[in-house]
């Protein structure tokens, strides 16, 4: 099977190729692309040397799977590109998630909804994925009504650019140095908390990744009807998601009903004793492709309301692990166009 990685050199491509290596994806070969700017350097991967291609008519034949993270721009123009010469794109931009012919897939919660694929297969964004890895088994258990979620988010989710920021900016508080000019966000991130995730489009009250929040939680659950809103911030860390959910399910759920659901729920992990001082931080995400969830407890002001603490590590489960999870379903189940074609 041939492998197309591009944005290779990026935050989430760079993630992608570790995954596909620990989880021994079964690649012949792996070609990294990424902009003309990087064009013939180098990567070590697996004990290989792989040098970075340009996205050309001629580079980008033959594959059969292409895991996209260039951004938008990128996807919108070279997704159906590699799709159309055979291969299947999973793509991590935001480009194609909400298009009614692009599955919207969480390996976990709606794997079947990749059957009847047309070439393209889109992984949500990093905090919707992280959620409803938690919801999906509430919403099959108990039904949900409305969520409320806030998020706690990692620059890391921004790229590259937004973690060498953020060094930049501690970097000369602790050396009383000159504080550079923010470049990636509106403020300083550096020891402080921004209320803003991505731009308030066209006049909006919420931001884009608010309202992607919204609706992909509502595509992948298949709750068209379901109650959700969003409210994201950045804070200063490098990697690592917290969301606060409130979660307001249809039938009775109590909070030791919700903890041994949840630990018996695929890519999920209980860590629930608040007491002892246990519960998931965004650091003990690091590494980590399970969703971690603590501080389940009743909502003392709705009988049918559970408050949940959620941990995620952005660049594995909420995008590259998810990609790679889905190129594994599209090969087991057969889903590749060159065995759809056989
Ligand atoms: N970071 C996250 O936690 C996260 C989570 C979910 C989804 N995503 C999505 O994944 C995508 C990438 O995010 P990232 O954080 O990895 O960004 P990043 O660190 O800035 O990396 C961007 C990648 O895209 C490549 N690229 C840029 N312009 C290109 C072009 N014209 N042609 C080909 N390649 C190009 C870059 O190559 P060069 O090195 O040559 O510039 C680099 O490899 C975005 O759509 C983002 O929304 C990110």
């Avoid at 993270?69 to 480009?95: L, M, Y």
Wanted: aromatic share 4%.
């Amino acid at each position: 099977m041939r492998v197309a990685v591009v944005g290779a050199t990026g935050a989430v491509g760079s993630t992608m190729l570790e995954v596909l290596h620990e989880r021994s994806f079964p690649a012949d070969e792996v070609v990294p692309f990424a902009s003309e700017r990087s064009a013939g350097r180098t990567l070590d991967w697996a004990g290989q040397s792989l040098t970075v291609t340009p996205l050309a008519d001629d580079t980008i034949q033959g594959f059969d799977i292409a895991l996209f993270s260039a951004g938008s721009k990128v996807s919108e123009e070279w997704a159906p590109r590699f799709a159309d010469a055979g291969a299947v794109v999973v793509d991590n931009s935001s480009q194609w998630r909400m298009h009614e012919d692009v599955p919207l897939v969480v390996a976990e919660v709606n794997p079947d909804a990749l059957d009847g694929h047309k070439g393209i297969v889109a992984n949500p964004n990093c905090t919707t994925m992280q959620t409803v890895v938690a919801l999906g088994p509430i919403l099959k258990h108990a039904g949900i009504e409305r969520v409320v979620m806030s998020s706690y988010q990692a620059v890391s989710g921004t790229g590259q650019r937004a973690i060498d920021e953020l060094h930049g900016q501690v970097d000369a508080q602790m050396h009383a140095a000159e504080m550079p000019k923010p470049e990636v966000y509106p403020h300083l991130i550096a020891f402080n908390v921004l209320p803003q995730v991505e731009t308030f489009k066209d006049g909006d009250d919420y931001t884009t990744e608010e309202r992607k929040c919204m609706q992909e939680t509502r595509k992948i659950l298949g709750r068209d009807d379901m109650g959700v809103s969003a409210t994201c911030a950045r804070v200063p860390v490098f990697t690592g998601h917290s969301v606060s959910a409130n979660v307001q399910t249809r039938d009775p759920l109590s909070p030791e009903e919700c903890r041994e659901l949840l630990a018996g729920s695929p890519g999920l992990t209980v860590i629930d004793d608040p007491a002892n001082g246990l519960y998931p931080t965004a650091l003990d995400a690091a590494g980590r492709d399970d969703v971690l969830v603590g501080r389940i407890r009743r909502d003392p002001s709705h009988d049918r309301c559970l408050n949940l603490w959620i941990v995620g590590n952005n660049l594995r489960k909420g995008a590259a692990t998810n990609a790679v999870q889905v190129a594994e379903l599209l090969n087991v189940r057969g889903l590749l166009r060159a065995a759809r074609v056989a």
